[in-house]
Structure formats: C-alpha cells, structure tokens
C-alpha cells in the first residue's frame, strides 16, 4: 500500500509507486490510497486538482491496481478494511515509518512499513517545484490564449 496527495502527477510519482509495489515480490498487488482534498488543505496547500481527479488519474498507471480516496474521520479505516502486508512511505514524506508502524500495532493491524529512500532526479521532480517554476517563469501574455 502507498498513499499521497499525487497533485500534478511527475516522475516522482511513478517512481515511488514502482518501488512501491516491488517491495511485495513479483505478484504484489499495489492499493493506493489519495489523501482527500480537506487533509491536503491541512498539510500542503490547496490541492490544485480534486481528490476524484487525482483518483483517477492514478487508476490509470499500469503500476497499480486498486485506487482509494482516503477517510477524514479515520485515517487507517482503508488500511484496516485491505489488510496489507506492506505499507510504503514516499523519499518526501514526513512519516516516521517506526512511529506508524507502532501506531498501527496498537490498533491490531500488524504491517511492515518501509520508506522508500531513492529518488530518481528530475528537474521538476515535485509539485511543489512544478509549482514554483511556473510562478516564476514569465510568460508572453499570449502563450496561455487557449486556456480560456
């Protein structure tokens, strides 16, 4: 299992769920779990594309196999209801894999989680830095007419 916001889908998102789903072997089933607009809001910004967009999207990666929009009112209520055997913490996450390891263990769920630390470099390897670029890139006014 993995999860994130996967707003401005990049590289890097494809590349932690790859690793994702080779941490369960060669017939691992990868589910990812979207964090739901209001939890992005909470911890990021706002997030440029809804969670049902950002759902589908990512249903559309051959690398993955179910897709779940995430539960304000309980955060593990996914990870209780699919049972996985691997939970996968994104390179810039700020989970303590230990921390959410122990916090699953005292709610009975008994699951390895393991960051994955690589992270294939990219010039725009983040959506933050999507982000940043084209706030900073000057455009000529008419570069953006068909976007009306």
């Keep these: 299992m993995a999860s994130g916001t996967f707003d401005i889908l990049h590289p ?3 590349f ?4 994702a789903k080779k941490l369960g072997g060669q ?4 589910f990812v779990v979207i964090a739901t607009d209001k939890t992005v809001e909470k911890h ?7 969670q049902q967009q950002r759902a589908e999207l990512i249903s559309k990666l051959s690398v993955v196999d179910e897709v779940y929009v995430g539960n304000e009112g309980d955060p593990f209520k996914i990870v209780k209801e699919k049972q996985p055997d691997i939970i996968a913490i994104g390179p810039d996450q700020k ?3 230990k921390k959410l390891q122990t916090q699953l263990k005292n709610i009975g769920i008994n699951v390895q989680v393991t960051k994955i630390k690589d992270y294939k470099k990219f010039e725009l390897d ?3 830095k999507i982000i940043r670029k084209i706030k900073r890139t000057h455009f000529d006014e008419n570069v953006f007419d068909d976007c009306d």
Excluded: D, Q, W
């Design 27 to 30: 017939n691992a089933e990868l």
């Design 44 to 50: 990021k910004r706002i997030p440029i594309m809804s």
């Design 95 to 97: 989970f303590s894999p």
């Design 12 to 14: 890097g998102h494809v």
């Design 16 to 19: 932690y769920l790859e690793e």
């Design 126 to 128: 983040s959506t933050c």
